[in-house]
């Protein structure tokens, strides 16, 4: 039997990278997985590539439940959608988590407006959303509710050691987790790998957050 036997998981960007490893980890441990992943690049623009649907096949192979999602995160009638998609496909959800996430880390002077208002609206804007939407479903379950807010290990809720705008969205997004909205219990989940510079993505697991956390369903 699983840790997380009968629990339904929603986690955004798990098309690759910290998102994949969590929803592949939860999968093993007995969770049914919505994937939700728009499928952009690293900095947040337009692919082809569909890793949503690869992280279903992977779950699938492992003889896990998943379906795919494809909204973004950062609209909050689409992170609507995303919520619903668990409850459609599995009828509620118990987990979610707000990992996606995109990089336009530039020095201050050549940043400009547009950078600052993607990473915002990924990271922080779209916590929200989907917190927003998972809450009154969440809310009427008395147990075992979780949002887990995925951040650098370097970010806390009063800044941290990486610069720019990332390290603002991501302590508003450790700031939230903070906070005592009422709706499901908030986690945060550090990621202590820092991304190889220069090569992209990697793909490194999740630190700090455990199955027994979460506890099996009630
Ligand atoms: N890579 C690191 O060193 C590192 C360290 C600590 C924390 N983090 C945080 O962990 C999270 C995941 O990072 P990663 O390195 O695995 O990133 P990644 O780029 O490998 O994966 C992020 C995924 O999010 C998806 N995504 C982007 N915008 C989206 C949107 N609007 N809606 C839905 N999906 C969207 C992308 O398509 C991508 O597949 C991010 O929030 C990041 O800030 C990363």
Redesign the pocket.
Known sequence: MGMLDGRVSVI??????????FALSMAREGAKVVV???????D?RG?D?D??ANTCKEIEALGGEAVP???????FD?AER?IGTAVDAFGKIDILV??????RDRTLVKMDESDFDSVI???LK?SFNCARHAAPIMKDRKTNRQVVH??????SVTGGV?PGT?AA??AG?AASARGRGKGARSRVA???????AGS?????K?DGISGGQLGPAR
């Open positions: 955004t960007g798990s098309g690759r990278g910290i998102g994949r490893e939700n992943d728009v499928g952009v690049a690293l947040g692919t590539e890793p949503a999602s494809y909204d973004s995160v950062t609209e689409a995303i707000n990992n996606a996430g995109i990089v609206a990924v990271h779209g995925v951040l650098h290990a370097a970010v990486q990332l969205a991501l997004r550090r990621a202590t790998t820092p991304r190889a992209g993505r990697d793909h490194r999740p």
